[in-house]
């Protein structure tokens, strides 16, 4: 399956660079392009004819807004290489990160508050309920019939207005003053053994992927059975990958379970001593990281430019120097990283129930969820 995809995409991508996808060939559809806009705007979406016609309204926007999951120097070159693309856009872009900023943003939402963003990073665990409050742009059909210049495959195909621009892969880092490769477990299941218990090893308290991004390979129950596990292990709770990261190359415990690919690489890239090295653990968990134009957005046309772009090898290049570029288009960091190897990937079948099951994982590791109020 992981195959298939790469093949498509891939394929998907040398069409754009090359130039083959053009506006005329969305012409030449006619009564097939016809067809899709009707059929989109009698479920409420909307579906713009043409590129040029995205254009010629973002033109008349002037600028756009957006949060997005970026590296902060990911988002500078990214931003720089969209307005030389669009020079008659006024682009500003914010990194956004973590579950308290997108638990804000999504409370001014609920309230009907302007919040001056068109579009935004949505994280896995809220995917769900952000969907209500995103714009219903028919984006998949608008790639269908070559309007838009996005790879399919990382278009949600149910709510057809959310596209993965970017993924993370999670790695075990490990400090090699405190402990061998050859001591490093090979699977997951390794860390419940005996000598990796009492404060041996650290991991996330927001089950991100040694948790719920082990759910598509494993299964729910048996993800839930093994987070029971790992927490008899007592192990050294932490929040957050580039948090943990730090702590570990301070030498306060050896292991690190399950940190970003991309934060292992930062901290590698502060620490002096050079004493940190990461393994590939099967089944390798990739968290999702879908991106929307808000349904209050001041200018959507604009934002819709900013989502392709987003998608485009150009952009795909500058993420990926960051290591964060998706992980289903051929050729980038994660896809190599992870290439032949048993991955877990968040997609489209399970992002919209990554809420519940983070839920679930927390509750499976013994720590209090909140309940809501009668």
Sequence with gaps: MKAGLFKAVGFFVILTSSGLISDALAASAGPALLKAKQEAETRDYVFAASHDEIVEMAKKEGKVRALASHEPVSIKNLVAAFRKKYPFLDAHVEEVTGADAAQRLLLELKAGHPTGWDATF?????????????????????????????????????????????????????????????????AWEG????????????????????????????????????????????????????RGMLAMIAGQYPIFVAPTIGAFERALARDPTKSVAYKVVEPVPISSKPDGILATAANPYSALLWMEFQASSEAQKIIDEEHQGSAIITGTFQERLTRGKKISLQDWDHLSEMGEYTKKVVEAFGFPTPTKSK
């Design 122 to 186: 949505v994280p896995q665990d809220f995917y769900r309920e952000y969907l209500p409050y995103m714009k219903k742009f028919d984006i998949l059909g608008m790639v269908e019939q070559r309007v838009l210049r996005i790879p399919p495959q990382i278009i949600d195909p149910v709510h057809r207005n959310m596209v993965i621009v970017a993924n993370n892969t999670a790695v075990l880092a490990y400090n090699k003053k405190m402990i061998s490769v050859e001591k490093i477990p090979d």
């Design 191 to 242: 860390f419940l053994k005996p000598e990796f218990k009492g404060r041996k090893f650290a991991t996330d308290i927001r089950p991100l992927y040694v948790g719920t991004g082990l759910v598509p390979a494993w299964g729910l129950e048996k993800t839930l059975d093994f987070a029971r596990k790992l927490a008899t292990q007592e192990p050294v709770w932490v929040r957050g990958s580039t």
